[in-house]
């Protein structure tokens, strides 16, 4: 949860956090994050998405790691990846846009100005189908590209930024847009700089996440361990709040739903169905929820269900047990 978020909350009660359980979310040791993190990965061009994620659970020695949005094995650029039970949180990032720099090879050497009014036929929303090569069903759909610029060109080279709605295939575009130029293209370099909120601003190499990991199992120095691995909270931060109770933390983590009593703040104007995460009185992530009703409705209402759980993200028992399971009459 960011300061932001925390400013902009509309309180509905008040309650006292008990220290002696749980950790604020900005406050965790290095194995809290290994299991509540996040890493912005720059993923070399070479290898699948899914052996990355085996190495970086080998260089830090845990039994579980996933990452938010495949990218094809020649494909550089942003890989978030969760630690432990961080994964569960990775699905908030495909609602985000992402972005994409990418070479394409013009089959012919069209005019600047017929160029240009190409890609402009490419912005907005856009009719796709799948690549043969592809792991989803091959069926035409929609996705929409919110920006595509020329950032440079030289001769039949063409270097072109993309901001797109996730599950875009960059290559299938550069090919389209060959078929409307009327000779061809075909994209021969793609990088990822941008999911969601994340950018390729301050990535992180498989190389320093190695020596940075050997430097705190060794020497006991977390300094530059801890700049690669971030709270999970982070990824969260674009979506809307909740924050709940102590007393509300473990009967959630068991699948309970929420109910208005357990509810502290929420985010203004929030609205039936919109997706939150929940988050216990320290900023630490509990679960994604659906909202069930309206933020007015919550205020003036004292009894029922607010949320249906989605995802669970914090694991049982981290929190007191404030609750009692019915009893089964035989």
Same mark, same amino acid.
């Given at each position: 949860?960011?300061?932001?978020?925390?400013?902009?909350?509309?309180?509905?009660?008040?309650?006292?956090?008990?220290?002696?359980?749980?950790?604020?979310?900005?406050?965790?040791?290095?194995?809290?994050?290994?299991?509540?993190?996040?890493?912005?990965?720059?993923?070399?061009?070479?290898?699948?998405?899914?052996?990355?994620?085996?190495?970086?659970?080998?260089?830090?020695?845990?039994?579980?790691?996933?990452?938010?949005?495949?990218?094809?094995?020649?494909?550089?650029?942003?890989?978030?990846?969760?630690?432990?039970?961080?994964?569960?949180?990775?699905?908030?990032?495909?609602?985000?846009?992402?972005?994409?720099?990418?070479?394409?090879?013009?089959?012919?050497?069209?005019?600047?100005?017929?160029? /240009?009014?190409?890609?402009?036929?490419?912005?907005?929303?856009?009719?796709?189908?799948?690549?043969?090569?592809?792991?989803?069903?091959?069926?035409?759909?929609?996705?929409?590209?919110?920006?595509?610029?020329?950032?440079?060109?030289?001769?039949?080279?063409?270097?072109?930024?993309?901001?797109?709605?996730?599950?875009t295939y960059i290559r299938k575009l550069c090919y389209d847009i060959g078929e409307i130029l009327?000779?061809?293209?075909?994209?021969? /370099?793609?990088?990822?700089?941008?999911?969601?909120?994340?950018?390729d601003k301050n990535l992180v190499t498989m190389h320093d996440l190695a020596d940075a990991f050997?430097?705190? /199992?060794?020497?006991?120095?977390?300094?530059?361990?801890?700049?690669?691995?971030?709270?999970?909270?982070?990824?969260?931060? /674009?979506?809307?709040?909740?924050? *709940?109770?102590?007393?509300?933390?473990?009967?959630l983590c068991h699948g309970a739903q929420l109910a208005i009593p357990g509810i502290l703040a929420?985010?203004?104007?929030?609205?039936?169905?919109?997706?939150?995460? *929940?988050?216990?009185?320290?900023?630490?992530?509990?679960?994604?929820?659906?909202?069930?009703?309206?933020?007015?409705?919550?205020?003036?209402?004292?009894?029922?269900?607010?949320?249906?759980?989605?995802?669970?993200?914090?694991?049982?028992?981290?929190?007191?047990?404030?609750?009692?399971?019915?009893?089964?009459?035989?």
């Amino acid at each position: 949860m960011t300061l932001k978020q925390l400013e902009n909350l509309v309180t509905i009660d008040q309650d006292v956090t008990n220290d002696e359980y749980g950790t604020y979310y900005d406050k965790r040791s290095v194995k809290q994050l290994l299991d509540y993190g996040l890493i912005i990965l720059d993923k070399p061009p070479g290898p699948t998405s899914h052996e990355v994620v085996a190495w970086v659970k080998r260089i830090l020695k845990i039994p579980k790691a996933g990452h938010s949005g495949t990218l094809d094995p020649q494909v550089s650029g942003v890989l978030p990846l969760g630690l432990g039970e961080a994964t569960k949180a990775l699905g908030v990032l495909l609602l985000g846009p992402k972005e994409y720099h990418a070479i394409a090879r013009l089959h012919s050497l069209p005019t600047k100005e017929k160029l /240009e009014n190409v890609l402009n036929q490419f912005k907005g929303e856009i009719y796709q189908k799948p690549p043969q090569r592809s792991s989803v069903l091959r069926k035409t759909r929609t996705r929409t590209i919110y920006e595509l610029d020329m950032l440079e060109q030289k001769e039949r080279l063409v270097l072109l930024r993309v901001l797109c709605e996730a599950g875009t295939y960059i290559r299938k575009l550069c090919y389209d847009i060959g078929e409307i130029l009327g000779q061809g293209a075909t994209m021969i /370099e793609l990088r990822r700089t941008r999911v969601h909120q994340f950018n390729d601003k301050n990535l992180v190499t498989m190389h320093d996440l190695a020596d940075a990991f050997a430097l705190w /199992e060794e020497n006991k120095d977390n300094s530059k361990l801890l700049r690669f691995l971030q709270p999970i909270e982070h990824a969260l931060s /674009e979506i809307k709040s909740v924050v *709940i109770r102590d007393s509300a933390v473990d009967a959630l983590c068991h699948g309970a739903q929420l109910a208005i009593p357990g509810i502290l703040a929420i985010s203004p104007n929030l609205k039936k169905s919109d997706l939150v995460a *929940i988050y216990t009185q320290k900023g630490e992530a509990v679960a994604l929820a659906e909202a069930l009703i309206t933020e007015s409705e919550i205020q003036e209402n004292t009894k029922g269900y607010a949320f249906q759980t989605r995802r669970i993200i914090m694991a049982p028992n981290t929190y007191p047990k404030n609750w009692h399971s019915k009893q089964i009459k035989k």
